[in-house]
């Protein structure tokens, strides 16, 4: 497996490399299910996180990370939900974005 680059990612690049990093770490057995579930847990990560970076009150004995920290692992995440099904997530944002410019915002 390679580093990640210092250069900024495309989002091909970055399913690309979760793909990599997951075959490397022994992952490729989960499932798109335990791979959404853990998607949802790290969400609830980022919400205690965005708490912690705002100086809300949280658990003292909370392990949560950083907010980018917990930004990453829900990109990882994302990423190999994606990859399980089969879906190339620029091409899902731009399909996506077709319809949401269709769409009247209030």
């Given at each position: 497996?390679?580093?990640?680059?210092?250069?900024?990612?495309?989002?091909?690049?970055?399913?690309?490399?979760?793909?990599?990093?997951?075959?490397?770490?022994?992952?490729?057995?989960?499932?798109?299910?335990?791979?959404?579930?853990?998607?949802a847990e790290?969400?609830?990560?980022?919400?205690?996180?965005?708490?912690?970076?705002?100086?809300?009150?949280i658990d003292?004995?909370?392990?949560?990370?950083?907010?980018?920290?917990?930004?990453?692992?829900?990109?990882?995440?994302?990423?190999?939900?994606?990859?399980?099904?089969?879906?190339?997530?620029?091409?899902?944002?731009?399909?996506?974005?077709?319809?949401?410019?269709?769409?009247?915002?209030?």
């Open positions: 497996m390679h580093p990640l680059p210092s250069t900024p990612l495309t989002l091909g690049e970055i399913q690309s490399y979760v793909a990599d990093m997951e075959k490397a770490r022994g992952f490729t057995d989960s499932t798109i299910l335990e791979q959404t579930l853990k998607l790290e969400t609830g990560e980022v919400c205690k996180a965005v708490r912690k970076h705002i100086a809300l009150s003292p004995s909370s392990t949560t990370g950083t907010l980018g920290d917990e930004l990453a692992d829900v990109l990882i995440y994302l990423a190999a939900i994606a990859n399980r099904a089969g879906i190339d997530l620029a091409d899902a944002l731009r399909e996506k974005e077709k319809i949401n410019e269709t769409r009247v915002w209030t």
